[in-house]
Structure formats: C-alpha cells, structure tokens
C-alpha cells in the first residue's frame, strides 16, 4: 500500500506505483504508468489512498477499535466494528468496479462515503490555511452543508474532467459519479457508448457546448439540420453557438409528424456537406411529433461525412429512444447525444449528461467547457443512483412503462365519453395526445381556458396546443408553434408518463380533466341547455365553480404566457 507521508500525500507518484497496487485504482480510472493520469499523479495517489483509508488502513482502525475495549465491552465493539466493514465493503466494491450497485444503499453509508470524500478537500484539512482568491470559504454553515461541504466543484480551469489539487475528494466524486452514469446509460439500452460526463449545464447549453467543439473541426461551417420540433431552448442552442439553424418541416404519417427524409437530403446537397456543422435530431418529444428516424440520418450523416447530435432530453427512461440511438451508431453515425439530469434521474435541475461513442471527442467536449464547475449536479445523481442502485433504477424504467399503457388507455376512455380520440402515435413511447375538436365554435378560446383551468387546478406538464399559434424565436416566425408543423389538422391535449408517475398521478390528473372539461362546456353552453350539461356533477357548489371560471379567465393571459 502507498505510505502516506506526514502531510498525508503520499510519498511517490503514480508513475511508479507497484502493479499489485492497481487494485487500489477503480477500473473507470485504471492505472496506466506514464499515461493520463500522470498529470497531477500525486493528486489521483492521495485521492485514491485516501478515499480507501477507512478501508485500507486496517491497522489504524484495529488501534482505534482496541483502546475503544478498554471503555466498552469487546464483544460490542467487535459487533460495531463489523458493522462498519460492512459499509467500508460497499464502498470498496464501487471503487473496484466503477458500476453502480445492484442494490441501493442505505443513507448511513451513503453519508459515510461522502464524508470521506469530504474530507479530502484542502477546504476541510485541519489547520488548513489558505492564502488563495478560492479556497473554499462559505460564508454559511447551512450551506456548507447542504453541499456536503464539497466546496471546490469540480475541474480546472483547462477541462472540467481534470483534477484538481486542493480537491482530491470532489475530483474523485467526479470521476466516481461519471463512471456510473456511464453504466446506466449502458444498462438503459446503449451497450456500445465509450464516454460521458456530467456537465452543470441543462440540456440546451450542453447542446451549445457541443457545437461548439465541432466548430474547431469545420471552420467553413455556418448551417445546423434541424427537424422542426417546437421547442425553444434545442432552437436557441443553435443561435447561442453561431450557427444558422435549417428548419426541416415535418411530413404528416396519419396522425404522427415524422422526419422528411428526402427534404434533409436535398438540403444536405444543396448547401454542402462542408457547409453543414452537423444534423441536430431529436428523440423525446411532444406527441403527435414521435422521435426523428435517426438510423436513417446517422446513415445520411455517415455517407456526407456530417457529425451528427441528438438531442435525447428526456430519453433515457425510453428503451425505444435508447435502442434508436444505439441502432443509429450501429449503422452510420451518431458523434453525441445530450440528456437532462434532472428528467431521467429526479434530481434538481441544472445538469446534463454529454455521452457518445468517440472516447477523444468527448473529451474534447470536456475540455472545452470554460473553468472549473459546480459539483451540485454530479453529487445529486451520485446520491440518487447510489441510493436506488441499478435494479431501482430498472424498476423505476418499468413502472414508466406500465404508467404510460395505464395514462394511455385512461385517456382513451375519457376522450371517447366527450367524443374526442387519443391520437394514434406508436412512435412516440412518452407522450400521448387528445383531440380537442369538439370544444365549439370559439375553439382557440376554449382550448386555452381549458389549459388555463389545468394549471390552476395544480395540473402541471399538460399541454393544450390551439390552431393557428404564431410565435417569434430568436429572429425565426414559427406558424402553428406547439404543433411541431405549420398546420396540424386539430387543437389537441398532451400529457406525458415519464419516470416516476404513480397511479394515483394518473387517476387525479384523469379526475381533474374529466371537470375541467364539464366545466369549459357548461360555461360555452350555459344559455342553450346542451345536451351532456345534465350531467355535470351536481354536488359542486355552484358559485364557487362559477368564481373558478371567472379566475380562469383572469389567468388566461399568465398561462399562455408560460406555455
């Protein structure tokens, strides 16, 4: 074992570590002498000693175990001295193997662990005295500890994968929280994928950082391919990097708007493949617009010679956008692809996940992040996927599954008692979408209030999409916005099962939808008497649902306002 020295850094480097000590080394950093990790080897020493020094450092602990006898009996100490090993044997397994868990770990070693990392840090050194502009000083205790007291974030100034000096245990926090996030994204469905890195930026910035990177590869390029999906922060990824984003409308399948397969080729030949930055595509997204045909781009992308991003914001809990990614890499070309922490992991928002099948082009990305970065989205995803452990995770992903049959076939019933239908989109494996045909004659009206009176019935991630939505994004005039193509035949409701619906999600949601929709149709027909208004539930209070439609329209401006 390395012998720490009186500072507690270890006395020799990496360079020169026996091969017996490789097993100290977790095997998504594996020991190579003379190779990467001998830039700032001492650092990578002391981080690996010790992260491992509850575990490695027997000797110390049995000192520690022993003058604890003379106080309490030895037969108790040796019971608790059992237990520990216990955690510190989690703790090595996930240092050896770089994987997460098979099962989730309990809280007591999970902070266990995170002390021990803590404590690495030069902010949390004992007699520590710092003369630097950033040596972890915070202000707050309070936040201190929501932090862990990982104060130093992560990377340096150069690449936000380095290491960092006064920081050996948010580096290895780093690299630890990478690894495992690399083996989810394996057991998620894409088996082949070399590297990825947590960065502290939401999907649309990450995208950006993306585009950014290509642009030292193709300096003649100034256009991006964008099949149209209405969203705003993938189109302004585009604009913020200084690209010029080709819109590639839709084609009508039924009821689904798939990719124009012929349009992107034509484009591609038309401004040359020189000319193209990349072809930005899209898995997850809004029904009835399904997920874009990427083995049929990563092929065109392969035959131009074009990069080729896909923006996979929330696809990751979706085995169908994951083997589509993976199919794309199989077959012709796929150089990134971007999820959100935050909608895959049920962590804060703040983070994404830049994976890809080229180890050195992701790295590139890495390093063209600009400073060091704060670690709070790496320890969030640590800890969450830590505590669920791999066969959590695989739960969660099934039971999305089995909500998104239940949500469908809910709204199926509902839509058909006001004769409205669930659009047809097998394609799309997240989102579903109801007509709103019937709503009357004022139907945009009717169609935004009935969104207006979702959210202010705490119904949130629905969306109601009216006819004819005209909106302005960076410079670009989207027509029929929300819809994903200029002009979709219907108004329509969207709702979406991702990971960690319940039942009861479902069942409240459908309830509350089932109102608001007797509602809209009793105000729109209350002089006329309509057949179906009979129905309406009577054991409301009739004044207060009329002050609710009154707040409806107060509300109606603030809602399409956030849509």
């Known amino acids: ?205 990450s995208l950006t950082l993306c585009f950014l990177t290509l642009r030292h590869k193709r300096p003649k390029a100034k256009y991006i391919i964008w099949p149209r999906i209405d969203q705003k922060s993938c189109f302004k990824s585009m604009i913020t990097a200084g690209f010029e984003p080709v819109v590639i409308e839709n084609v009508l399948e039924g009821d689904e708007l798939r990719t124009d397969l012929e349009a992107v080729e034509a484009k591609v030949r038309e401004l040359g493949p020189d000319h193209i930055l990349c072809v930005h595509s899209t898995t997850s997204c809004f029904a009835p617009r399904v997920p874009d045909r990427l083995e049929e781009l990563a092929v065109i992308c392969a035959d131009y010679g074009i ?79 830590l505590s669920l452990g791999s066969n959590g995770y695989k739960k969660l992903l099934k039971e999305r599954k089995e909500m998104f049959s239940y949500l469908s076939s809910q709204l199926k019933k509902l839509s058909e008692t006001y004769n409205e239908r669930l659009l047809h989109t097998p394609h799309n494996p997240i989102s579903l979408a109801v007509t709103l045909k019937t709503l009357g004659e004022h139907q945009d009206r009717a169609v935004t209030q009935l969104g207006s009176m979702l959210f202010t019935r705490q119904v949130s991630g629905a969306r109601v999409v009216p006819l004819g939505s005209v909106q302005t994004v960076s410079g670009y005039t ?12 219907c108004a329509y409701l969207n709702a979406a099962a991702a990971i960690g619906m319940k039942t009861q999600d479902v069942d409240l949601f ?24 009979d129905n309406y539930d009577r054991t409301e209070d009739v004044d207060i649902e009329e002050m609710a439609l009154k707040l409806d329209n107060v509300l109606l401006d603030t809602y399409q306002n956030s849509s």
């Open 478 to 489: 989207f027509q029929g916005f929300m819809s994903h193509t200029n002009n979709y035949p």
């Open 510 to 533: 459908i309830k509350r939808l089932d109102k608001c929709l007797k509602a809209v149709r009793k105000e729109q027909n209350k002089e006329s008497n309509v057949a179906g208004v």
């Open 307 to 385: 990069p080729h991003v896909v923006n996979n914001a929330y696809g990751v809990q979706s085995s169908k956008c994951m083997h589509l990614i993976q199919q794309g890499a199989r077959v012709g070309r796929i150089d990134a692809f971007v999820q959100s922490l935050d909608k895959n992991f049920m962590v804060p928002v703040g983070g994404a996940i830049i994976a890809g099948f080229d180890d050195s082009f992701i790295q590139e990305i890495s390093k063209m992040y600009p400073g060091r970065a704060s670690a709070s989205p790496s320890l969030d995803v640590l800890i969450t996927l």
């Open 1 to 205: 074992m390395l012998k720490p020295t009186v500072s507690g850094a270890p006395s020799i480097r990496i360079a020169h570590v026996r091969k017996r000590d490789e097993f100290f080394c977790p095997k998504a950093l594996p020991y190579r002498p003379g190779g990467e990790l001998r830039r700032g080897s001492v650092v990578f020493a002391a981080c690996v000693e010790r992260c491992f020094a509850t575990v490695a450092t027997a000797e110390m602990n049995r000192e520690s175990f022993a003058a604890g006898e003379r106080l309490v009996s030895p037969a108790y100490v040796r019971q608790g001295c059992e237990a520990r090993r216990s955690h510190e044997h989690l703790i090595r397994l996930l240092l050896e193997k770089g994987k997460c868990p098979e099962d989730g770990w309990d809280e007591s070693t999970l902070e266990l662990f995170l002390h021990e990392l803590a404590v690495m840090d030069s902010n949390n050194f004992l007699g520590n005295c710092g003369v630097g502009e950033r040596e972890g000083r915070v202000a707050s205790a309070l936040v201190a500890r929501r932090h862990y007291r990982f104060i130093h974030g992560i990377g340096r100034s150069g690449d936000i994968s380095a290491v960092q000096p006064k920081a050996a245990g948010s580096s290895l926090l780093n690299k630890i929280t990478n690894s495992l996030v690399l083996d989810i994204i394996k057991l998620a469905g894409v088996h082949t994928v070399t590297n990825c890195f947590v960065v502290p930026m939401a999907t649309g910035m």
